[in-house]
């Protein structure tokens, strides 16, 4: 069985508004992430996976 995905016309005018600030929240998600993981570090028990982006590499995991 497939899905439909298609997008409302208000989904996608909030979705390319959204493109001008880009670098913005790929900065603003990546640091979250990163005092997430710090925060996490010394919790028992808990294992993160460990990521090894190389710099020059945007992953849409931040979106």
């Known amino acids: 069985m497939g899905t439909n995905g298609k997008m409302t016309e208000i989904c996608a005018a909030m979705g390319l508004i959204n493109m001008n600030h880009l ?3 790929l900065v603003v998600n990546e640091r979250s992430y990163t005092a997430n993981k710090d925060g996490l570090a010394g919790v028992g028990g808990l294992r993160l996976l460990s990521l090894m982006i190389p710099k020059n590499v ?3 995991m931040w979106l």
Request: hydrophobic content about 50%; overall charge negative; glycine content about 0%.
């Open 23 to 25: 670098d913005e929240i």
């Open 58 to 60: 945007i992953v849409n």
